[in-house]
């Protein structure tokens, strides 16, 4: 019924930018927050930033500065700006979505994720 798809993973030097898309789709009636996680190998899935319906925005304290969370609602598409990537910033990062279906159905859903690494 949803479907979030995400894009722009790959690899990256130390220093460097990457951008990660996340566009949307399915029976959804309101979206409450949108936000990317990611979880290195061995490790737990952690929060990276997330997005409100009306723009407020939460950020990492490892990322505070690096990367920018936005959206573009017009594309149902949610982004991460990454810049001054660290080797530690070396996971995969997960789209996920707090919404509300056109069935009145609350819940979080996810996209499959996308590999970032960060190496020289």
């Known amino acids: 019924q949803v479907q979030l798809v995400e894009s722009g993973g790959g690899l990256a030097q130390p220093g460097g930018s990457l951008r990660l898309s996340c566009a949307r789709s399915?029976?959804?009636?309101?979206?409450?927050?949108m936000g990317w996680y990611r979880q290195a190998p061995g490790n737990q899935r952690e929060l990276v930033a997330t997005i409100t319906s009306s723009g407020n925005t939460f950020y990492t304290n490892s990322v505070k500065g690096r990367f920018t969370i936005s959206r573009d609602n017009a594309k149902n598409t949610v982004y991460l700006q990454m810049n001054s990537l660290k080797p530690e910033d070396t996971a995969v990062y997960y789209c996920?979505?707090?919404?509300?279906?056109?069935?009145?159905?609350?819940?979080?859903?996810w996209g499959q994720g996308t590999q970032v690494t960060v190496s020289s």
């Open positions: 399915g029976n959804i009636f309101s979206i409450y927050t």
């Open positions: 996920n979505a707090n919404l509300r279906l056109q069935n009145g159905v609350r819940d979080d859903y």
